[in-house]
């Protein structure tokens, strides 16, 4: 069976965890579209809809938090996948997340094959 092949946006306000993020998800062959930081994010989704958007939640400008809950506010992209990436694992980031709608929250350091499979997973349960 032949994978589908996403467009996944990324934004991170560091370029190592871009590329490193790029690298695994393009393992499985899709799209991914890497930003600096949450108004670049903004800008790129007024013009396109991604299958998924991982989303640093501390960046510049606006953090992952914000962008999530204005996406979850846009019929176009409500059905997005959106995972929220951070340091944090604790209950504070995670009752944040619940409240701005994230489908997902995960935690660096990043585990490589962990990732691709809940990113694919995301995006497969929301197309149903």
């Not at 306000?13 to 579209?33: F, K, N, W």
Request: with cysteine; charged share 30%.
């Amino acid at each position: 069976m032949a994978l589908m092949v996403y467009t996944i946006l990324v934004a991170d306000d560091e370029p190592a965890i871009r590329t490193m993020l790029e690298v695994i998800l393009s393992a499985d062959g899709h799209d991914i579209v890497t930003v600096p930081d949450g108004r670049a994010a903004l800008d790129y989704l007024r013009e396109h809809t991604p299958d998924a958007m991982l989303l640093d939640v501390k960046m510049p400008h606006m953090d992952g938090f914000e962008i999530c809950s204005r996406v979850k506010r846009i019929k176009r992209l409500r059905s997005t996948a959106v995972l929220l990436l951070t340091g944090f694992d604790d209950d504070q980031t995670r009752d944040h997340a619940k409240l701005v709608g994230a489908d997902d929250l995960v935690y660096k350091p990043l585990s490589g094959k962990n990732l691709r499979g809940r990113v694919n997973q995301l995006i497969e349960a929301r197309r149903r």
